[in-house]
């Protein structure tokens, strides 16, 4: 099956292959065609140009793009969308004047979900995320990362990575699983931090690599949940069975947890809404992708991840929702990309990097995802007409895609 896009208006993000990732002043660049075709053919591009020399249709299906703006599919690298349940209750414990930190002490938070999740059948966890992961692909995202990190048991963990694994099998688009069986200390390890560890290295992990149940781990690195001894851990122990680290770190405090991802290779480290000079440091020349979420700076009403003092040092940023049910319920990565220039002064072309390419390789996909490069997959959004694509920062509020291609296929 063929698809061939014509009359293009801007053709975002057009790279040739090889490029996995863009660093601080060429985030300033997004490499665009104007008056463009693209062709794509079964689930890849298959080429591209300008209207000039624009191939016969032939069998192709044929969509006239004029006047409109086509870019890659959003790569959503961070986002917990298996859950059960909400936490709206904590939301508004929130407006009246209740912090973050005082809810999760109280029983709420992450333990919070844990308990839902707990309780809830595998069916009814999967019937509850599809409907998430329907949603977000409506609004653009073609690659997702999905965390474990509401189990918190043997069980609990082995039933949320299930489900995300039902949802690679059930839909086209590209997700990975991450582990994150140390979100939190359940209630009966507070003080048995390393009996909650070794559940974690003996019992669980053994279980997921055997089901290949996840292709990342990743640990709460913060003051209050797992320090940097305890992530240390948490990260030789997913290497030996192979899964990389992404890790939540800075959200919250500095406590030198980044040179310990970097120490141990991390592919991402993500949150760093308090960031310091040393920890600059320690990303620069290193391969870990530092990764913002602006939306749940946002919505509980924390700092913003410093983006500017990042890309003038010269480091890579990936942007990406967080989705979840605490922190940030929303997976429109529309929203993250406006609020990452109106917030934290990204320019358009910044944001777009970070929301494509770089979230690309914040999941291991930049070789078939995130930018507009032949062979790549033929994940698209088209929007509709615009007057640039300013636009859709600009106009954060409004829905201005008009299709989603995912593999291929209209979504
Ligand atoms: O990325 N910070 C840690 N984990 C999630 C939130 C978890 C929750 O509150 O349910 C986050 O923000
Ligand atoms: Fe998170």
């Given at each position: 099956?063929?698809?061939?896009?014509?009359?293009?208006?801007?053709?975002?993000?057009?790279?040739?292959?090889?490029?996995?990732?863009?660093?601080?002043?060429?985030?300033?660049?997004?490499?665009?065609?104007?008056?463009?075709?693209?062709?794509?053919?079964?689930?890849?591009?298959?080429?591209?140009?300008?209207?000039?020399?624009?191939?016969?249709?032939?069998?192709?299906?044929?969509?006239?793009?004029?006047?409109?703006?086509?870019?890659?599919?959003?790569?959503?690298?961070?986002?917990h969308?298996?859950y059960a349940g909400n936490r709206v209750?904590e939301f508004?414990?929130?407006?009246?004047?209740?912090?973050?930190?005082?809810?999760?002490?109280?029983?709420?938070g992450i333990?919070n979900s844990?308990?839902k999740l707990?309780?809830?059948?595998?069916?009814?966890?999967?019937?509850?995320?599809?409907?998430?992961?329907?949603?977000?692909?409506?609004?653009?995202?073609?690659?997702?990362?999905?965390?474990?990190?509401y189990?918190?048991?043997?069980?609990?963990?082995?039933?949320?990575?299930?489900?995300?694994?039902?949802?690679?099998?059930?839909?086209?688009?590209?997700?990975?699983?991450?582990?994150?069986?140390?979100?939190?200390?359940?209630?009966?390890?507070?003080?048995?931090?390393?009996?909650?560890?070794?559940?974690?290295?003996?019992?669980?992990?053994?279980?997921?690599?055997?089901?290949?149940?996840?292709?990342?781990?990743?640990?709460?690195?913060?003051?209050?949940?797992?320090?940097?001894?305890?992530?240390?851990?948490?990260?030789?122990?997913?290497?030996?069975?192979?899964?990389?680290?992404?890790?939540?770190?800075?959200?919250?405090?500095?406590?030198?947890?980044?040179?310990?991802?970097?120490?141990?290779?991390?592919?991402?480290?993500?949150?760093?809404?308090?960031?310091?000079?040393?920890?600059?440091?320690?990303?620069?020349?290193?391969?870990?992708?530092?990764?913002?979420?602006?939306?749940?700076?946002?919505?509980?009403?924390?700092?913003?991840?410093?983006?500017?003092?990042?890309?003038?040092?010269?480091?890579?940023?990936?942007?990406?929702?967080?989705f979840n049910p605490g922190t940030t319920p929303?997976?429109?990565?529309?929203?993250?990309?406006?609020?990452?220039?109106?917030?934290?002064?990204?320019?358009?072309?910044?944001?777009?990097?970070?929301?494509?390419?770089?979230?690309?390789?914040?999941?291991?996909?930049?070789?078939?995802?995130?930018?507009?490069?032949?062979?790549?997959?033929?994940?698209?959004?088209?929007?509709?007409?615009?007057?640039?694509?300013?636009?859709?920062?600009?106009?954060?509020?409004?829905?201005?895609?008009?299709?989603?291609?995912?593999?291929?296929?209209?979504?």
């Amino acid at each position: 099956m063929a698809i061939l896009i014509t009359n293009i208006k801007e053709l975002l993000q057009v790279r040739e292959s090889g490029v996995t990732k863009v660093s601080g002043r060429e985030m300033a660049d997004l490499p665009l065609l104007q008056n463009a075709w693209l062709l794509i053919k079964d689930n890849l591009i298959e080429d591209f140009g300008t209207m000039d020399n624009c191939p016969e249709a032939g069998d192709a299906q044929v969509i006239d793009a004029a006047g409109k703006t086509v870019l890659p599919a959003w790569c959503d690298s961070h986002t917990h969308i298996v859950y059960a349940g909400n936490r709206v209750q904590e939301f508004v414990d929130r407006i009246n004047g209740l912090s973050y930190e005082e809810i999760a002490n109280r029983g709420g938070g992450i333990l919070n979900s844990a308990k839902k999740l707990n309780e809830t059948e595998e069916d009814e966890i999967y019937q509850q995320s599809r409907l998430r992961l329907e949603e977000v692909m409506q609004q653009g995202t073609g690659a997702v990362e999905i965390k474990s990190g509401y189990g918190l048991t043997v069980e609990g963990e082995l039933k949320m990575l299930r489900v995300i694994k039902r949802l690679k099998e059930e839909y086209p688009i590209a997700i990975k699983a991450t582990f994150l069986g140390a979100h939190a200390f359940p209630k009966e390890y507070k003080e048995n931090h390393s009996g909650y560890i070794d559940l974690i290295i003996n019992d669980m992990l053994p279980k997921i690599a055997e089901e290949k149940l996840a292709d990342y781990i990743d640990a709460f690195l913060e003051t209050g949940y797992f320090s940097v001894e305890e992530t240390e851990r948490i990260m030789e122990a997913g290497k030996k069975y192979g899964l990389p680290a992404k890790i939540h770190v800075n959200q919250f405090t500095a406590i030198n947890g980044i040179a310990a991802c970097v120490k141990h290779n991390a592919l991402s480290v993500d949150h760093l809404e308090i960031v310091t000079d040393e920890d600059i440091e320690v990303l620069k020349n290193s391969d870990t992708m530092p990764v913002a979420l602006p939306t749940c700076s946002f919505f509980i009403s924390i700092p913003y991840t410093p983006a500017r003092k990042m890309l003038e040092a010269g480091l890579p940023l990936a942007l990406a929702t967080d989705f979840n049910p605490g922190t940030t319920p929303s997976g429109n990565m529309n929203l993250v990309v406006a609020t990452a220039c109106i917030k934290i002064k990204m320019t358009p072309e910044e944001a777009i990097n970070a929301a494509t390419i770089n979230g690309a390789y914040a999941m291991g996909l930049s070789e078939t995802h995130g930018s507009i490069t032949k062979g790549k997959r033929a994940n698209l959004i088209i929007t509709q007409p615009l007057a640039s694509y300013y636009q859709l920062p600009y106009a954060f509020g409004s829905n201005l895609i008009e299709s989603v291609i995912i593999e291929g296929k209209v979504v």
